[in-house]
């Protein structure tokens, strides 16, 4: 498993907004190929999505109701009580910086780098973890040097790394006793929902985000989730006012959410459609470093000329400067995996 760094370090870059996968429109015009020509892996996002069946009108026609259904299903869904929806996991993400007063912020040194943005601009101090372990920094006795809150991107994105919970219950015991937050991303858990830290939500500082938008290919539908002690969420409700998620978005979400058989079927299937995708860039010499059921992580020093040379071949990848490393997400269809294979064969 990668590991960057000895000691951690102010987190570098925080003054621009990061940039993501799926820039599909940016890679056509910079490569003069047409959009439907593309495969896109950059976004690690299931690409056999629920399948959302036709919408009734009234859905369209009728203000966001808190009543319809919803909460129950992902309660349900997450066995646990308390969720409160959100625009995507984002929203949450964007909106948890301003619940607290100026601190010192964990943040994992290769990750999801919203969260560093976020907080940055909410005027924290934002350190950068190595492997995302807040080491010493859990035992300093200088209030200056103390964590207000810790980031853990659970499995991180995009290294694969995840967290034991007896880990992760310790390092929250150990911030909570001064007031700490622990802050959990769980946007690529639903495969292994043993491993969420959703049964220990009692407790107080404990903050954890899920997601719509990876397992059930629904990024587009932004819906999220906020779990976390009552105060704390009955504060972000307050913030992010009425109807902060679409009444379609959530009349899919709830569907989604029940579909029990459509969920056995993906968790048995993206697995094995990972571990394939991983004996692929194996073959092709990119063995890679870290994934998840969704995609599959290599570092290589070529990382930005085989993106590249992908690219001329009409395949997107998540290309990533520190480290250099490319994230490939699943493809769907047998001619897509065909595609890939033809497209790695040609890699010099």
């Known amino acids: 498993m990668y590991r960057p760094s000895c000691l951690p370090a102010p987190a570098a870059d925080l003054t621009t907004p990061p940039l993501h996968g799926g820039r599909l429109r940016t890679a056509a015009a910079q490569f003069g190929r047409p959009l439907a020509d593309w495969l896109d892996l950059s976004t690690g996002i299931n690409p056999h999505g629920w399948p959302v069946p036709p919408l009734p009108p009234e859905v369209w026609a009728r203000l966001p109701e808190a009543d319809d259904g919803l909460e129950a299903a992902a309660a349900a869904y997450y066995a646990a009580g308390g969720a409160l929806p959100l625009a995507g996991s984002q929203a949450g993400i964007q909106l948890l910086p301003t619940l607290r007063p100026p601190g010192l912020v964990g943040i994992p040194e290769v990750g999801y780098r919203e969260h560093a943005y976020a907080w940055h601009r909410a005027g924290h101090r934002v350190i950068s973890l190595p492997d995302g372990d807040p080491g010493a920094w859990l035992d300093t006795q200088s209030a200056a040097d103390r964590l207000a809150a810790l980031i853990v991107i659970n499995p991180n994105n995009p290294t694969g790394r995840c967290w034991p919970l007896a880990t992760l219950l310790d390092w929250h015991a150990r911030l909570a006793a001064h007031g700490g937050w622990l802050i959990v991303d769980e946007a690529f858990m639903d495969v292994t929902p043993e491993a969420s830290l959703l049964p220990y939500l009692d407790r107080p500082g404990l903050v954890i985000l899920r997601s719509l938008g990876k397992f059930f290919g ?131």
Do not use: M, N
């Open 218 to 348: 629904l990024a587009g539908a932004r819906v999220g989730f906020l779990y976390a002690e009552a105060a704390l969420r009955e504060s972000a409700a307050h913030a992010l006012g009425p109807w902060s998620v679409s009444g379609p978005a959530r009349w899919v979400a709830r569907l989604a959410l029940a579909d029990r058989a459509w969920q056995r079927a993906q968790r048995h299937a993206l697995p094995l459609a990972s571990a394939r995708l991983a004996a692929l860039l194996k073959q092709a010499g990119l063995t890679p470093t870290g994934g998840t059921a969704l995609f599959q992580w290599v570092q290589t020093a070529d990382a930005e000329r085989l993106h590249r040379q992908l690219c001329t071949h009409g395949i997107l990848t998540r290309l990533f400067t520190q480290p250099s490393s490319l994230r490939f997400g699943l493809p769907g269809a047998a001619a897509t995996w065909t595609r890939l294979e033809q497209a790695l064969a040609t890699l010099v």
